[in-house]
């Protein structure tokens, strides 16, 4: 089956750091690119960036320039979006998707990132 | 900088009604680069339709993407009920490289 597989749901206070992930399965996952998309409670997706596993060419949105890192580890088909300070305004769900061309085609289930002291 | 905007904000709707979408770039879009999808409380976005006008594997008939330019349409040509959700409408382009609309919602009237 294809599919993204992302990490669980996390619980962090504000200055922790945190590493969450997306792992392909069912296809080739250095082939296409991997995009990161952040909804904070109750409000609309928001692009944060993208990588390609192939080579980690890596392009990041303006606004989420500096504050978040986008890795990937192609020998266990797994890309990664970590926080070295995390901040109360970074609670939100996290999805990963696949991106056959410049659109998602496939989407994981998302992970609830809770930053609260 | 591409903004899109999406009207109406909430789109009240019977079963059987039809829906319109809107999606509209501040500048255009190049080769319809547009791209929509469906958003369930609590779920994962979905892939409707892209390159404006194509649908998405397994997307039902009654989804369909139209326009170039700056302005885009979803047409739902007879709402079911799984079709009462949120829709958001996706660009590519040179800056930024990509970014979604507001969202419309569609519920039940």
């Known amino acids: 089956e294809v599919q993204l597989m992302q990490s669980g749901a996390e619980v962090k206070k504000p200055g922790e750091s945190l590493k969450i992930s997306c792992k392909g399965s069912g296809y080739s996952f250095t082939s296409y690119w991997i995009g990161w998309v952040r909804q904070m409670p109750g409000k609309g997706l928001e692009w944060m960036g993208i990588?390609?596993?192939?080579?980690?060419?890596?392009r990041y949105s303006p606004s989420f320039q500096g504050q978040v890192t986008i890795s990937v580890d192609k020998s266990i088909s797994t890309a990664y979006l970590q926080w070295s300070s995390l901040r109360a305004s970074d609670t939100a769900t996290y999805y990963c998707?696949?991106?056959?061309?410049?659109?998602?085609?496939?989407w994981g289930r998302g992970t609830l990132v809770t930053v609260s002291s | 900088e591409i903004v899109l905007t999406q009207s109406p904000g909430t789109l009240s709707l019977s079963p059987g009604e039809r829906a319109t979408l809107s999606c509209r770039a501040s500048q255009s879009v190049r080769s319809s680069y547009l791209a929509w999808y469906q958003q369930k409380p609590g779920q994962a976005p979905r892939l409707l339709t892209y390159g404006a006008s194509s649908r998405a594997t397994g997307i039902p008939d009654r989804f369909s993407g139209s326009g170039s330019g700056t302005d885009f349409t979803l047409t739902i040509s007879r709402l079911e009920p799984e079709d009462f959700a949120v829709y958001y409408c996706?660009?590519?382009?040179?800056?930024?490289?990509?970014?979604f609309g507001p969202g419309t919602k569609v519920d039940m009237k």
């Open positions: 998707g696949r991106l056959p061309h410049w659109y998602v085609d496939l």
């Open positions: 990588i390609h596993p192939g080579d980690s060419d890596t």
């Open positions: 996706q660009q590519y382009g040179s800056s930024p490289l990509f970014s």
